[in-house]
């Protein structure tokens, strides 16, 4: 089956979390310099380059507009051979999955999708099947599971030197229970979700992706946020609307959304 070649994780799993790691300056440097970084993986997004390893990405927009592709696209090109694409990486990926609209069957289908595109002799289902290795998913059910899952991400990502990718598909994960109990915002607590995840994994050398639904905030959601990227939607046509903090740009990119993300030229 393929999805036996994927690590799903669930919280009755996660009994290793009570274990803290340490981890040598030797284990350090032969994690780093064996790091594929994940830089080109989207040329069209990113035409002034990047993302760069611990770099953080927003992904936005309003909560009508399905925004969970976009995550999807960035897991497969993280997790495809690169020797077929070079905006495939054959790197490792976390999903966190909170809002269970992520399935392992969506992102077999996206990776079908792309591979068709190419002129691959090798056997398509292997190809299928060593990218799956290459994806490791959390499901949270809970604010706590969700928390649990931040502080055990360092263990998992020093234990691997593949992984290049954190993905959470709602920062804002548990915002209503939180709510009734202390009466904080959405904002408040979703950026208390980010600095939890931000400090355990910072210096870990990963490109780290939030998605956060919101229809009405254009500030940074944080300092440490390097990349915003807000989709819109007018009838049947996606725009992303991709700002750069660093470099100070904005482009806009539009995509076709239907098997698989198909982006077009920029618009200027």
């Not at 190809?127 to 499901?139: D, M, Q, S, T, V």
């Not at 989709?231 to 903090?245: F, L, P, R, W």
Request: charged share 20%; aromatic share 10%; proline share 2%.
């Amino acid at each position: 089956m393929l999805t036996e070649s994927t690590y799903i994780f669930s919280f009755s799993n996660k009994c290793a979390m009570q274990h803290n790691r340490i981890e040598s300056g030797v284990q350090l440097f032969s994690r780093v310099n064996r790091k594929t970084y994940l830089e080109g993986i989207n040329s069209a997004l990113f035409p002034n380059g990047g993302p760069h390893h611990n770099q953080v990405i927003e992904i936005t927009g309003a909560p009508e507009i399905d925004k969970y592709d976009l995550i999807i696209d960035f897991i497969v090109r993280c997790i495809l051979p690169n020797k077929y694409n070079n905006e495939w990486k054959g790197s490792a990926a976390i999903l966190i999955n909170t809002d269970f609209q992520i399935s392992l069957l969506k992102i077999i289908k996206v990776i079908e999708t792309k591979i068709a595109k190419h002129d691959i002799k090798e056997s398509k289902r292997l190809i299928i099947e060593n990218a799956l290795k290459n994806l490791i998913i959390f499901n949270c059910y809970t604010l706590e599971q969700l928390e649990m899952t931040f502080y055990y991400l360092e263990n998992v990502i020093q234990s691997n030197a593949n992984i290049c990718l954190v993905a959470i598909d709602n920062i804002s994960t548990g915002f209503w229970i939180s709510s009734m109990n202390s009466g904080t915002s959405n904002y408040s607590h979703s950026l208390r979700n980010f600095e939890i995840l931000y400090n355990v994994i910072k210096s870990l050398e990963v490109l780290t992706i939030f998605l956060k639904h919101d229809k009405t905030t254009k500030k940074r959601f944080s300092s440490k946020v390097d990349f915003r990227i807000e989709i819109e939607k007018i009838e049947d046509n996606y725009k992303a609307i991709v700002t750069s903090y660093e470099n100070q740009s904005v482009v806009h990119i539009p995509f076709h959304l239907k098997a698989d993300i198909e982006f077009l030229q920029q618009i200027s």
